[in-house]
């Protein structure tokens, strides 16, 4: 499975904090719109000229199938759907809409002539959320639908609401980087996908030289927007939709690199560098000069993809890099191996540009 | 989570404008044609030699459709006619009755006379 079609289904399992990162919200309009599905063209077309003039967006479909393949297409609040139709039924459709994810919950009202008890059972047993023969009066048909704008507005809301509270429970607050709580639960994701794929995954673990002095000496509203200035700086350095950046300490942070070996890597730990150290952080008591040490692990080839299957190993591999990178004063980067726990030969330093 | 701010209007507002006019009369339109299909197939059915299973189908398809539609314009008289045309065609498909069917000569020719009704009223009225 490519990574794309991975990723959507993790979306589709409900686990969509992935959301935060890759896609953009898809139901931005608050607008209800409905879709009448009816195989009679005058009943459609009174139907849909009713529903116009009581503000709702209106799609329309002669059939089941045609209703499926508009819902496919954007997604409608509500269905209102006849019950007896060609080529697949109300009844059918319904079940459809109810076994199918959709991205967000299709209030169906069935509008059919059947007006037995039995008939409402079933329809009710099928997913309907409500039943109204044709015989109502227009009047009712429209309360219902007002019930029905009101209930999916109210699902849209809750729904908004816990994708909120998702993405915050995974941001930092003060960058708007995610947090240590959305590294734990997805870098073991990226590195399982990478053993599965046996594709390359790096990781580089940053830290903000003298930190604590800044702090210190300019203030920790100085400091905040030193945090905010890496933040921005360094998502400057990656690839949008791909990789990721998360703060994982005080001044501590993590960046993902999936598809990437210690090679490239390397490059965006020394563009992070050279981005970092250009010019001075304007903040709040002034501009501070600014400069990161890091640390690169990367798994990329077999056996090693395989055989690592913790993100401790990787993790630790990075705090490796970083410590020796603060060891040699800081300013640099320092890649090692994940397996021997050994210093790799790629290493570089100050603002030469290459590998030492 | 926000408040729904939109105030609907009112209901029999939205029920007659002048759009629902010009489909009205497209539905009146429909129902002279469909009173034509009903007589023909009386007559088909009044020739038909064994059981006219195809005919009781037909009436069946046309009487659902013209129920629903009657039922949405508000043409209430020829919803329930059509509706007890359905439910008795749909007994005589079934039982593969012949084309005495009481039940269903009932029904259709009370539609139809309905349906002719209805002609003549608006005939006068024009």
């Not at chain 2, 539905?27 to 034509?36: I, K, M, Q, Y």
Request: with cysteine.
């Amino acid at each position: 499975m490519p990574p794309e079609q991975e990723i959507r289904s993790l979306e589709d399992s409900g686990d969509d904090l992935y959301d935060t990162i890759l896609t953009q919200p898809t139901d931005a309009s608050q607008r209800c719109r409905i879709l009448v599905v009816d195989d009679d063209d005058l009943v459609r077309a009174r139907l849909t000229a009713l529903l116009r003039n009581a503000e709702f967006e209106v799609e329309a479909a002669s059939n089941g199938g045609e209703a499926l393949r508009i819902m496919e297409s954007r997604h409608c609040q509500v269905l209102l759907t006849d019950w007896q139709m060609p080529d697949m039924d109300g009844l059918t459709l319904c079940r459809i809409v109810r076994s199918e994810h959709a991205a967000g919950y299709v209030y169906v009202l069935m509008l059919t002539v059947r007006d037995s008890k039995e008939d409402l059972l079933e329809g009710l047993g099928a997913g309907a959320d409500d039943y109204v023969v044709k015989s109502a009066p227009v009047e009712e048909i429209l309360a219902r639908l007002e019930v029905a704008r009101r209930i999916t507005h109210v699902e849209y809301s809750l729904r908004r609401s816990n994708r909120e509270n998702r993405r915050l429970a995974v941001t930092d607050p003060l960058t708007g980087a995610h947090n240590l709580r959305f590294l734990m639960k997805y870098l073991p994701r990226e590195l399982a996908r990478a053993q599965r794929y046996l594709h390359p995954l790096a990781v580089l673990s940053c830290d903000i030289d003298r930190f604590k002095q800044i702090n210190d000496a300019y203030g920790h509203e100085a400091g905040d927007d030193v945090l905010r200035a890496f933040v921005a700086r360094a998502h400057g350095c990656m690839r949008e939709g791909s990789d990721w950046l998360a703060r994982v300490g005080g001044d501590e942070f993590m960046v993902v690199l999936p598809e990437t070996d210690v090679v490239g890597a390397n490059r965006v730990a020394h563009k992070l560098r050279k981005v970092l150290s250009h010019c001075a952080v304007a903040t709040h008591a002034g501009p501070v000069k600014l400069t990161v040490s890091i640390g690169i692990t990367a798994v990329e080839a077999e056996p090693e993809i395989r055989e690592f299957s913790k993100i401790e190993d990787l993790l630790r591999a990075a705090d490796r890099g970083l410590y020796a990178s603060k060891q040699n004063g800081g300013n640099n980067a320092t890649a090692t191996s994940i397996a021997a726990g050994r210093l790799a030969s790629l290493k570089h330093k100050g603002d030469k540009n290459g590998i030492n | 989570m926000g408040s729904i701010r939109r105030r609907p209007r009112k209901a029999a507002a939205i029920a007659h404008d002048d759009g629902f006019e010009n489909l009205r009369q497209a539905f009146h339109a429909r129902l002279e044609s469909e009173r034509v299909h009903f007589v023909t197939l009386s007559a088909a059915l009044a020739r038909a030699d064994e059981s006219p299973v195809w005919i009781f189908e037909d009436l069946v398809y046309r009487a659902h459709r013209l129920q629903g539609g009657a039922a949405i314009f508000e043409e209430s008289e020829v919803a329930v006619a059509a509706g007890k045309l359905e439910s008795a065609a749909v007994i005589a498909a079934e039982s593969h009755a012949d084309n005495t069917n009481e039940e269903v000569w009932a029904a259709l020719e009370a539609l139809v006379r309905l349906m002719g009704n209805r002609d003549s009223v608006r005939c006068l009225q024009a």
